[in-house]
């Protein structure tokens, strides 16, 4: 009897213990819960958390004879879109392979005029090129060191300071216009400068024609998505429709188009920065020795406008350049 009266007492302890125990659980809960709710976003903020942007892309205008393997390789981080304008069965390719870069460009502002990233780079497909801003003529490191803060402050930038091609006075449009009559009279090919005042008026037919067009060549530049939007997407078709019409030839066509890019983005008709300004703000590339128009060790116009083969270990004439640099092999 003892025992059976022991053994009900130490159950009913047992049990007052596990209930006792069951409440302390429940009531912690229940102040975590509590704790968790508190420290909760309000419904009202959490809607206002966006996924991650796009912040940088980069739009390469390349044909089937280019490599542009080189962007992907060190710029895969700026998405890049490389499109191919002479065929039709790219991935990414252009209504027609008219008016050089321009068509490249303007596809993409028109195609992806909802949806741009923050800021764009436009570029050629080639890594070397006789008019990239750098020693080797070589567009990495012009990539790498260009500076996107600045390109969002200023809206626009051209990925060349030096101004030989293009600065300060490139095209007199009138002046070029009479002088182009003389050159056809005397049996001379037309070139971009003669055509530049008819191609304008069709082109800006509300803005009057500038006395001055001057910037460095040569179509490669940032832009902010803000300053594309200050136009709107059907005066971007406007451009490409005058590009798919014009019977000017596409080495014409073109070089319109690339004198007339810092316009259409809100800079002066005259954009002609000066190269330590320039290297310094675009690149940070400071405390250089510099004029107005170039500073030391950073561009000499070559030669040619193709390299030779073999650059940039080899030089015109096949001398060791010394080149320490890394290629993609």
């Keep these: 009897m003892i025992t059976n009266h022991r053994s ?85 390719t252009v209504p027609r392979n008219k008016g050089h870069e321009a068509m ?30 750098d020693p080797d003529y070589d567009m990495v490191p012009t990539l790498r060191n260009f500076q996107l803060p600045y390109l969002r402050e200023a809206g626009y930038v051209n990925l060349r300071c030096v101004w030989v091609i293009g600065c300060p006075a490139e095209i007199r449009p009138f002046e070029d216009e009479e002088h182009e009559d003389e050159q056809l009279r005397e049996g001379k090919s037309v070139s971009a400068k003669g055509v530049f005042r008819r191609a304008f008026q069709e082109l800006f037919p509300e803005v009057p024609v500038l006395a001055l067009v001057a910037v460095s060549c040569c179509s490669q530049f940032g832009v902010t998505s803000a300053t594309i939007r200050q136009h709107s997407r059907e005066r971007y078709v406007r451009f490409r429709d005058w590009l798919l019409e014009t019977t000017l030839d596409d080495s014409l066509s073109g070089r319109v188009m690339e004198f007339s890019w810092h316009i259409i983005f809100g800079k002066e008709p005259s954009h002609c920065p000066s190269a330590g300004e320039c290297y310094c703000r675009v690149f940070g590339l400071c405390g250089l020795a510099c004029s107005d128009s170039s500073c030391e060790g950073r561009y000499i116009l070559p030669p040619y406008s193709s390299l030779p083969e073999g650059w940039p270990r080899l030089g015109w004439d096949h001398e060791d350049r010394g080149y320490t640099g890394s290629l993609d092999e």
């Design 8 to 92: 009900r007492q130490l159950a009913a302890f047992t049990l007052s213990v596990s209930i006792f125990l069951f409440f302390v659980f429940l009531l912690r809960q229940v102040g975590t819960r509590h704790q968790t709710i508190a420290n909760r976003p309000a419904a009202s903020n959490v809607a206002k958390i966006h996924p991650a942007r796009r912040e940088t892309g980069i739009v390469v205008a390349s044909t089937t004879k280019e490599d542009a393997s080189w962007v992907y390789r060190h710029f895969a981080h700026w998405n890049p879109q490389v499109y191919t304008a002479d065929n039709q069965s790219a991935a990414l």
């Design 104 to 133: 490249v460009y303007l596809t993409y502002i028109i195609d992806h005029y909802d949806d741009l990233p923050d800021t764009i780079l436009f570029v050629h497909a080639s890594r070397f090129q006789w008019h990239n801003d």
